[in-house]
């Protein structure tokens, strides 16, 4: 596509339940990343793609978080049991390779409130 | 862990002035970037800096890459309403960290 697209937009969930967030990349960017910004916060790394596999996860923060890639391009990330800690917006972003020559196009961002 | 200190955090200007902003680290960066974030989008790339004293405009836009390589900064000459937002500085090579942002206001 033309940008980077993410799905839902906005998601309330309840305390314990599991979401799915989804990322669809720019056509033919090879590199995926996530990122995930708390209220009038920064943007916080969470794990990036090369390709489907994910050679750093360093910065998911805990077990419950998961993410995967398929078929060099979608990707989804899961919280599994939410907590209202993990109420914040998710930014996926994509780069054509490794780094990017020109940063990260990043999406609209998926926002999360667990209640 | 790594941070980038980001400043000033937030400032009013009037339309027509020029701002400044910048962003300082611990440690040395191969490659810095400054992203504008709109509200309820994600951020947006503004310019990249990828060589120790570079000095780069993008219109209205100027940014330098310090030459310890540990700090950046972004001007933004004669302001127009239009460039309110949150400016983050960004440094890393792969993976980038971010600076906790500059919410610029300006007063018509």
């Known amino acids: 596509g033309a940008g980077v697209s993410q799905s839902p937009s906005n998601k309330v969930t309840e305390k314990g339940k599991d979401v799915e967030l989804r990322c669809d990349p720019i056509?033919?960017?090879?590199?995926l990343y996530w990122y995930r910004q708390s209220l009038g916060q920064g943007l916080e790394f969470l794990i990036y793609?090369?390709?489907?596999?994910?050679?750093?996860k360093s910065g998911l923060p805990s077990d419950r978080f998961s993410a995967e890639r398929t078929g060099g391009s979608v990707s989804t990330l899961t919280i599994q049991r939410t907590q209202q800690e993990d109420s914040a917006v998710y930014l996926c972003?994509?780069?054509?390779?490794?780094?990017?020559?020109?940063?990260?196009?990043f999406g609209s961002g998926t926002r999360l409130t667990v209640v | 862990g790594q941070q980038l200190n980001q400043s000033p955090q937030s400032m009013f200007i009037q339309e027509g002035e020029d701002v400044s902003m910048n962003c300082t680290s611990s440690?040395?960066?191969?490659?810095w970037l400054w992203y504008k974030q709109d509200p309820g989008e994600g951020p947006v790339l503004l310019i990249a800096?990828?060589?120790?004293?570079e000095l780069t405009s993008n219109g209205r836009l100027t940014a330098q890459f310090g030459i310890t390589r540990k700090d950046s900064f972004l001007n933004i000459s004669a302001s127009i309403p239009s460039d309110v937002g949150i400016y983050f500085c960004?440094?890393?090579?792969?993976?980038?960290?971010f600076g906790t942002g500059t919410r610029l206001k300006v007063l018509a």
């Open positions: 972003a994509s780069s054509l390779g490794l780094g990017g020559t020109y940063g990260y196009t």
């Open positions: 056509s033919g960017h090879t590199a």
């Open positions: 793609f090369q390709g489907n596999s994910a050679p750093d």
């Open positions: 440690s040395i960066f191969n490659t």
């Open positions: 800096l990828y060589k120790a004293g």
């Open positions: 960004a440094a890393g090579t792969y993976k980038y960290i």
